[in-house]
Structure formats: C-alpha cells, structure tokens
C-alpha cells in the first residue's frame, strides 16, 4: 500500500468518526436518503478539512484500484460517509467514466463540478421490468434516440435511476440505429419527468431510486460520449470499477457492524454470562472476521487486476458475488448477535443490514453473475478442447 | 381438517384478498404500523363480515391450535390481516392467556372488549438489554412489584412492549419476594410513561414496540393474575401457542411472497426467455415450494402436541426455529428472484421480508431455542443413562 | 398409527438392535455389501424371528405407505438392517412393482422368492453416461428391444445396477419400435455380462453397483410386463414409493447417528467441560432434532398422499429433495461433533454420512427434482392464468 | 512471486500430472493408504527429476511461506503428489520443526533422511478421546515422561498418529513435572506398540492413523528438542506452517475435482443440453470458481504474515477455517455435477471429497477454531476499552 493512500485513509476514517457518524441520527434523514441540505452541510465539512473526493488527487488524476480500495472502506464506516466526501455511487463511476471517454469541453462542462462535490449525477441505464426493459440484462434496452440535425432525440423509459432527483449532470444510454450510445445532459430538464421515486429497502442514497420518462430529450450533438453504437463499450469501461467500489464501500459499513456488534456481545449479559461467551455468539462473530478479511482479499485481488490493465469483468464479477454475500451474512449475524437491538434503529447495525440487502441485486444480482462466470468456465473448456 | 375451521379459512382468506389488501397501499400505514383509525375501519369490515377474532367461537371456546393453524394461517396471507380480523400478536396470545387464568371478573373487564376488537392489549414483559434487565433470559427481570395495603405497587422499566402504544389492556409481569408475578391494567394509566417508540426493521404491529417506564404504578389486588410467584408458570402458558401462532401468520404472509414471485417469474424474460425458465430462478422458486411445505408440517404437527394436552416448550422451540428460518429464506429468495422490484415497496414481498427478518428475534432468537434444545437432550441422555 | 404396523416397527427395531447391530463389524463386510453368505445368515435369523419382509402381510398384501414408513425407519436403524429383513432397495421397489403390474404367472415365478428373501434383485434402467445413455433423464434410452418369433431380443449397455452381481431377478427396461418396455428375467444369464462393479463412496448394498453389456438377450414375450411402449408408465408406479422408501430408511439410519454423537457428546470432555455443553456441538445437535422431525413429517406426509391414490410425483421429488438434503446435513453434524472418531469407521456413522452423500445423487439428483418442481410452478401458473 | 518458486511449481506439475497421475489407480492404494513400496517407487522417480522436497532448497533452506504455498499446491493436484514429492503432512511439518528447533545432531541424525525421501515421520501429539487424553485440548495431555539416569522415560497412549506405521523418525510430545516435552526417537521402537490402524474416511496418507501404546519408551536426555516444559511452545511453531500447508495441499486436490467436473459438465448432455448450460450445474461451478479463489488469498495472506515474522496463530486459524469449509464444497459440488459418477471411483474426486471432508476435522476442528477466534475478540475488546 503506498503512503499517499494510507494518508488519505487514516484522515477518511477520522473524519467518518468524528464528523459523519454523529449525522447519522440527523432528522434529515429520509427514506430516500439525506436531503440536499444534508448533503452539502457535510460535504462543507468535508471540504473544509480537504477531504472532498479523496479518491481523485490534486493533478485530476485518479488512486490505483488498489488505493482507492483502502480510502472508500474508510469512507463506507458510515452509511453517510461516501455522501460526505463524494465516494458515492453513482457519482464515484460517473466521474470515472467521464475521465476516461469525456472530451475536455465534457470535463470542463460536466466533470468539474461532480469532482468538487458541488454536483451529484446519474446514470440512466435500468429500465421499467414490468415493460419488458432493460433490467440485468442491457439488450433488451428499449429507450431510442435518433439524429435530428445537430441534436440527437432522445425517447423511453428509465427505472431504478440511483440519485436522478435533484442531479445536475445525467448520462443517458440509448439506441440508435448504429447501437448503444451514451450522452451526457444538464439536468434537471423538463424533458424528463420523474414520474415516482421508489420506496426500497435501502436509504443511503440521496435522491433515491427513481422511475421517468425521457419525452423527446433534445441533446446537442457533442455532448455524445464517444460514437454513435460504441456505448456499451463505454459502460463496460465504467463497470467493473463501479462495480468493485461498491464492495469497497460495503465492506467499510460491515466492518461498522461488526464493531457494534461485538461491542455489544462483549458488554450484555444473558444466562449467566457475557454475551460474547456463548459459542452461539462468539461463532458468529468469528464467522464475520473470517468474511471480513475474505471480502477485503477479493476486493485487493480485484483491484490488482484492474490496475493490471484489464477489464476486469469476470473478476468483479468474482468479486460482486464473494463479497456482497459475505457482507450480507456478516451483516445479518451482527442483528442476530444484538437481539431485538439488531433489528432496530438504535444502531446503524439495521440500516447496514438493508442496504446489503440490496447490494446483492444491485449491480447485477448474483445469480446473473453466477450465469456469466459459468459461460466462462464454459469458453475456457472450448478453448482447450478445440474440436 | 374440521369442516368448521375450513369454512373459517376460506371466509378469512376471501375476506384477507378482496378486502384487506387493498389497504396495503394506504397512506395510514406507518413506520409503527397502521394508525389506530386505520385498524378500526378496517376491523368494522371485518366485524361487518361476520370475521372479528375468527379463532374465538362464538360460545367463548378457541379453535383448537390445529383449526387455529389454517385459519391464521389465511389471516397472514396479508400483514394487515390479522390487524383487520384480531389475531395478531400480541393480542392472541393475551386473550388466549386471560381465557386460561382470568377470573370470571377479569374476562368480563379484560377479556370481552379484546375479543370484540375494540381495544387492543400489550404484554409487558422483556426490559432494556442496556440496563441488564431482561430479554431472552427472563430470569434478569427488575421490574419489582410489592404489596401496599390492597394494592400492588410496580415499579421498573420495560422495552420492546408491543402495542403498548394505544393498547387498552396491559398484562404487566413483575418481580416480588415470592417472584414472578402478573397483573392486568388498564391502559393507559399516567404512571406508565412511553419513553419512545422504537424504529425497527418491522412495521406492522399497530404502536410499535415501546420503551417505557412504569412508576409507582398501583394495581389493585385483585387485578393480579393468578397467585404471586407463579407468574413464569402462566408465562409458560401463553409461551407455545403465541409462539406458534406466530409461525401460522407469517406462513400465510411467506405463500403470498411466493405467490408474487412466482407470477412475476412466470411473466418477466431476460437473456431470451421467461425467469421462471433460467433454472437459477426456478430452483429457488422450488426451494420455497419445500421450505413453505415443511413449515406448515411443523406448525400441524406442534399444534396436535398442544391440543394433546402439553405444554409444548420443546416442540414449539423446534418448529418455531425451524419455520422462522424457512420463511425468512423463501422471503429472501422473493426478493432476489424479483430483483429490483424485490427490494421496493412495489409489491408486499420487501415488508414481508422485513417482517420475517425480525421474527427470526421476537419470541427468543434461534440461538435460544438452540441452547434449550441442547439442555433436552443432555437431560434426555441423563435420564437414559443414570449413573 | 395402526396398532399393527407399531406392533411390526417395535419388533424391527428390537431385531435390528440387538441381532443385526452386532454385524455392523463383520468381516464379511465389503466394498460392495454383505458378501451373500452374510445376507443368508442374517435373513435366516430374520426368518426365524417372522419378520422377513414385514412391509408386506402373510396374505400378500402390502402395508399402506404411512405403515411402511414406521417399518422401514427402524428397519434403517443399521445400514444392515434392510438387507437383513428384505425392505432394501432395490428389492423393495421391485416387489411393489411386480406386485402392481405383473401377471400371476410373474408373481409365482419371480415374486414370491423376493419376497421369502430367498432371492435377490436388481432393476435395469440406467446406462453409461459416458456413452451418452440414460441418466437422470431416461428419455436418453438407448437399451433396445425388437421381437423376433416369440422373443424379445434386448441390447445395451447398462450402468450403476445395484444388486446386479448376485441378483436372481432381473427388471429390465429397453425401447422399442412403439416405445419403453419393460421385462422380467431369471438372473444369472450368459447374454448378461457385468463388466465390473463400480467403486462407490456408498458400501451397504448387496452386489454394488455394475456397469454391464446385454447382449443379444432373448426373453420369452410373456416376460414382458405389461404392454409394450407402456414401460415409462409402468416405472411412473415403482417411482414415488421405492424414492419415499429409501427415505424412510435413511432417516432410520440418520436418527441411529444422532444417537451415537449424541452419546459421545454427553460422556467426552474438551476444554473444561462436556461438548453437549459447548454451544458450537449442542446447536449442532439441536439443529440435527429439527432436521430428524422435519424429515419425518415430510415422509408421513408424501405416504399419505400416495395411500390416497396419488403417483405422488411432484410430493415425492419434494419429499426426496427435503429429506435427503437435511439428513446428509444430519449426518454430516455427527461427524463433527465427534471429531476424529467421527471419521474413522469406529463407529457407524462414518458409513451413515457416506451411504447418504451417495443418497443426494441416487434415485434422481437434487438439482433434478429442482427442475422439475421448478416446471410444475410454471405449469400451475399457466393454469391459474390462461391466455 | 519469485522465479524460483514459479520455476519449482511449474515442474512439479508437470511431475504429477505427467507421472503421479497414473499411479491414481494402482492397486498397492490401500485404506491406509500407498504401500511403502509404492511410495519408493513414486519418489524414485521425484528424485531422479531433482524434485524430491522441492520446498527445501539444496543449501538446506527452506522457500518462503508463500513460495511454498504454490509449490505444494501443485503438488496436491492428485492426492499422490506430496507422497511423491516428499511435501506430505505429517513429514512436512516435522521437517519444517526440526529446522527450527533441532540441534546440529538432531538434523544429522534424523532431518536428513527426511529430507532426502528415504524416511518418513510421525508426531505423537493426540491421544485417544474414550481415554480422556489429549484431542483438540492439548491441555488434557495425559501421556508423561520422568528424568531416569540420562534418559526419559515415556509412557501413555496415543490415538490418530498419522504416518506411524513405517515411520523411520517420531516426535513425542509428553508431560514432565515441569509442563510439556518434546522428544526426537528413532522408529520402530518394541516399546511403541501399535494397537491397531484405524479405518477412516480419508486413503492418502502412507502407514494410515494408528492408536498405539507406550510402554516404558527410554529416550537418551539429548534426543530432548530444546528444553523440557518448553513442548507447546515449539508445538505452537510448528502449528501455523503445518496449518497452512494442508490448505496448500488440498487447494490443489480441489481445483483438481474442479477441472473434472467442468470437462464432465462441459462434455455431457441432459434434458436437451450440456450440463454446464444447465444453470443448476453451471451455477454450482460458478461458486467453485470463486470458493477457490478466495481459498488461494486466504493462503497467500495468512503465508505473507508468517513470513512476516509473526508465528500467526489467530490468522492460520482463519485461514483453516474458510480454506476446508470452502474446498470442502467445491469437492461436494463437484460430486453432485457428476451425479453417479461422482459418487464412484472412476474419477480422483470421490477420494479427493472423502479426504477433505476428514481435513475439516484434522488439524483442529473448525469449532476449535471459532471457539479461539472469539476468544480473541474478546481479548481485543478488552484491550480497547480498558477498565
């Protein structure tokens, strides 16, 4: 680990602890997430103590995976933290995507703001199941656009947009004759209607989840990422780092758990004994280091992988997998150790505990990445075995 | 099956589908449960319909547990249901209870409105775990109770009480020099202060689960139940019924997830064909089927026990580890067959898991149930093998 | 319960018990089973105390499937137990068969010696995997049968054949021009050849396993069962008994384990006191009580659907997955809690735990019966919801 | 990774799959594993490619935990390998505490002939559990030594001794008045009787796992390793780099039975397709995928903290945990791909399944492991929040 991330790191967690955590009992908490206010309220905070999207260092450059990996589990020890210091999806990958596919004039224009925490974005992808869009599964997108002179027009249905209500910049995946393409927008824009914003199990993300309609979005020319046909391209350079930042973030908020919860097996007492002396108890708790220490090893090997070059797709799916059902588990032991504590709010334990829930849908479910990593095994077989 | 009881559970399930569920939606629906006016209108359709406190026939006597099984089983089919038709806990359990050691005087103060539906009763039992009181180890109780002239004076602190907020009967367990002993009162009563109502995972229970303090509360004597001393004895009375009524209801509240997954994976498509089609879907789905079967095997077959004239502790600590943890899969596997539209609010299926989740720790957590299992068959081998 | 069938299972039990457990140490104990002198010694003490075969009655009638279950449960107290008093696979299955669907002249010739124990069988229907034949899914048949003159000529090859080597009774299944068929032979026979009898992580059945060739086998047309092209239909009757039969037994010999760890974890000591009393070993054994009653009440409630007439197809395959999934999970937890003895064949239940690890693949792997329990969801759906 | 290391790895695997492989079905494989002849023949020709204890490099030093973590992985790809290659448990970690402890003399007499293939070891540390001696509590330790003239005299019994039968070297661990001694002695001994050879699930170990006796067993004083009461101390050196060799070993085995199956799934049609595209199968290879991935970095990391210096006791039982139980369902998987042929001998993975399920055993069962992690995290609490 290199000094500069281990710096970062260590002032990360100070300033979770000392400044974050104290909001997470905050009124303006909802559930869909802090209110703006909130948001920026910390995020002056953060800014303040120099800490406002630590992942991305002074020259615009970006940590390694490897980096990035220590300093968003130090800002996940609150579910608050990656709000507060701008770590949060889906900003974390917008901006990571913008880097790398924008123009200058889409770094200046959109980029800027979103890196000085001023900004939140998102990033219209999903859409509606029950008409037959794209969920898991991106082929089945139905949202179209089409060149009308300079400007492309832009027409469908999006559900499951993480933080649309109240973002500033969008970027928006659709089809055109040549394929998926990708456009960054100002928002917001009367064009897109945010017709209800999804009640979920989670409650982390400001803005929430919502479900839209893009009515005849005129989008100029340049502001298309890339070319026309080349946007899934784009997505899958956003993917796996996305992908694999939501690990590292979990895992900061399920080690949080683990520290209430073991806490709180070491201090209360039942049938005659600590807690954290009952095998019943004690088990589960070390069951949680053993997955603890497995998540973060993935989350490393990972990242090691992308810092290699790589894609990364079959190892963040690897990863995907490993580690939100670890931290699911550790989450879930944690409320069994803390009784009728656990499954209330009088530690963030419960909260955790929902947004891991659904960590494990979102970002593709696990069974959809079981399905992908069995074409590989597949792939390999073929290609050891030619015929 | 009796053909009383059928008839019961076809009117109950009806009534639960075309009436009840409609309700899911309301905007009275609170983070504590449904408002009080919420529960009364839905409890005047019920009572309209012939439905109020369907497992208390009309002559006073209770179904037996077995009939109680399908009957409360259909009440669950919502977690509205047993609000709406009165056999939701913690009021079965109490009525139950005051229908076994209630004086005649008792049920005609107590037990009538209850059964009638016009009030709702809490049960004050377990105590703030922070304060070392009791929790699943009833042995730890400090809430004290002693005799001053013709009254009981009572005096401690009580968390996790359901309903007490807005209940009309209290039932209050407290330790004297003789042990445990238990009163009904009337509620609500200026000594008795609700603290705060707890934000928990679950949201059903009309009130909530309450903190409060009891302050020189004065019960007149013959509001005691039962002889002082002998209140864990009539504790354990209630103990194996409310828990498997527990089982039943949120059996019913399992089936309609299942049901809601299983249309949504026979309707959706991705990767070219239906959900239910992708083995990865349909293996889970199957894997309900089972865990739903043998939590209704359990719930009969711990019913007979009872209706057999035992008490039931070791059998309903089985089925009630044993149901619990199978809905709380099929509930989970839901959601992820359902993705997305798993973990939102969209359909029933995110409370219901919430729902379950907690009563994986109401009525003593798995672990406990584990450990009193252990204790049965060491003390089954020592009587086998006496040295 | 009938008083009969108690009368028998106690009788079973005591036989098993006292007579055959002393066996379990026998030299004559193989790889592939008893060597045949062993399974004559045992059956002519079987005999001698009037309980060979005791699931079928002295006026030939077979015991309903909810009496059989109790038979066949203490029967399976030792993994010798079944073979000593003639309720083994495949015998058992075979005899229920030829019971339903052969002719007099069958029964007289091939039946009534299975049934005195005098005999042996074996039921020919699975093929080689590697040369693409039937496994799982018999629709892969490759076995064929052509008439010529008054003979069926049958060629193939078959796999995984228990109880071949040794068996006088042959049930053969081929397919010809008009579909399955099915056959009754005297065994051995020179067109008959095993080619060897397989290794298997399984030890207790009577000739192993065999993988052999038919060839050029000419059985008299009225060995046929049945008609022709009606053999599936004929295999549909054996099917849901002779799967709910191996249950039975196994969750004899599964409940035989949780005594023997339950004993040892009574009378050893680690760490300071009795592993009952270490919570990590008493949960594991409470989690055994609620697999061992579940698996029971799965198995009462599968044979009371088919003494109601049933095939009993989809409660078999949820039968078969539930029971045998928890006792591998059962006998797996006595092998831990009993540590290094719990490996070693000092006692039983290291051959428990492997007889049961084969038993998950036997008679239709887990993910098999998934699947097609995953089929009847859909088609039920279909149903409720025409188009 | 080192060069080195690669280079040793990359021929060792050639080594066994080229030349170890074939002897997988040689008939001198016992229950208690190959015959001495066997081995010699086996390692005869190890020696003659210059990969005889290829973890010992020839200036007598030994690879660095993590060098070695991939050359005993390789050398575990047929449960044959460390047999032939001379990395073997118990010798590996005998040799590895010799090194560390032994006196010049000790290595002359009894480290070199291990390290030169010509003689196998044995480590006299459990005792038999129906006796009270010594299992996972090595505090029970029940066999004792006393000071006569300039020897010791050692008496007591053993159980479980891996590798005594034909061991040329024993180490014997016994009390003294002043704690725990550990002694080098030369084998066979007439005052060491082997009572039996036990019968156990597991088949690869050479000479098997007896229970013997010692009977007035004299040691010359300077056959003492180090100094008397110091024996669980050099114990616990020994403990974690023996620890984490099994780990190395059967990460091999398992990914071995991971190969197997996906050629079987990618081979093999069913129900209209290859296994490997049924998602029930493709899934389970899926999850093997990942389970030996984080094997391999629980490896790597517990092996970079014992190269750190650290005699990482917390952290290899960590590692035996997650490593067994995870390639404990990669085997068990693997199985239930294969369906039949799974569970039979045709293939390595049925004995690879039998020898790991005894691995969650060996070498301290997974309970004993949690139960001492909890242990920690108590230590840790109460080092952060001092009273």
């Known amino acids: 680990m290199t000094e500069r991330a281990e710096a970062i790191a260590a002032k990360i967690e100070r300033f979770v602890r000392e400044t974050v955590i104290p909001y997470e009992r905050d009124p303006r908490l909802t559930a869909h997430g802090p209110t703006e206010e909130l948001v920026q309220e910390m995020r002056a905070k953060a800014r303040a103590a120099g800490l406002m999207t630590p992942h991305i260092v002074a020259d615009g450059s970006h940590l390694s995976q490897r980096e990035t990996a220590i300093v968003l589990k130090k800002s996940g020890l609150s579910p608050l933290g ?18 790398k596919i924008g123009t200058a004039e889409h770094k200046r224009r959109f980029l800027d703001k979103l890196v000085a925490g001023e900004a939140r974005s998102a990033f219209f992808m999903t859409e509606p199941a029950e008409e037959g869009g794209a ?133 209360r007492e039942a049938f005659g004994k600590k807690l954290v002396d009952h095998e019943g108890v004690g088990f589960m708790l070390a069951e949680n280091m053993i997955d603890l220490k497995q998540a973060e090893l993935m989350i490393d090997w990972c990242a090691d992988v992308l810092d290699g070059g790589s894609l990364g797709t079959v190892e963040s799916s690897m990863a995907k997998v490993a580690v939100s059902e670890a931290l699911y588990r550790v989450a879930d032991r944690c409320i069994q150790v ?27 479910p696990t069974e959809v990445h079981k399905w992908s990593l069995a074409k590989k095994i597949k792939r390999d077989h073929a290609k050891a075995n030619p015929q």
Chains 1, 2, 3, 4 share one sequence.
Not at 135 to 164: E, Q, Y
Request: contains cysteine; charged residues 20%.
């Open 135 to 267: 969920g898991s599964d991106p082929s089945m997108m139905k949202t179209t656009c089409r060149l009308d002179g300079d400007h492309w027009v832009i027409n469908g249905r999006k559900a499951f947009i993480t933080g649309a209500q109240g973002a500033k910049v969008g970027i928006i995946m659709a089809k055109s004759e040549d394929g998926a393409c990708m456009f960054l927008v100002d928002l917001p824009d009367p064009a897109i209607r945010i017709d209800r914003v999804l009640d979920t199990i989670d409650s982390s993300m400001p803005g929430g989840h919502s479900v839209l309609t893009i009515d005849n979005l005129r989008v100029p020319a340049d502001q298309m990422m890339g070319a026309a046909g080349e946007g899934f391209k784009y997505a899958q350079v956003r993917l796996s780092p996305a992908r694999l930042s939501h690990c590292m973030r979990w895992l900061g908020s399920a080690m949080r758990a683990q520290e209430i919860a073991s806490d709180y097996a070491c201090r």
């Open 338 to 364: 803390m009784g009728g504590t656990g499954v209330s709010g009088d530690t963030v334990v419960e909260q955790i505990f929902r947004e891991i829930r659904a960590f494990r849908i979102y970002d593709g």
């Open 82 to 99: 990656p709000v507060a210091v701008n770590t949060m999806a889906p900003d974390e990958g917008n901006m990571y995507l913008i880097g």
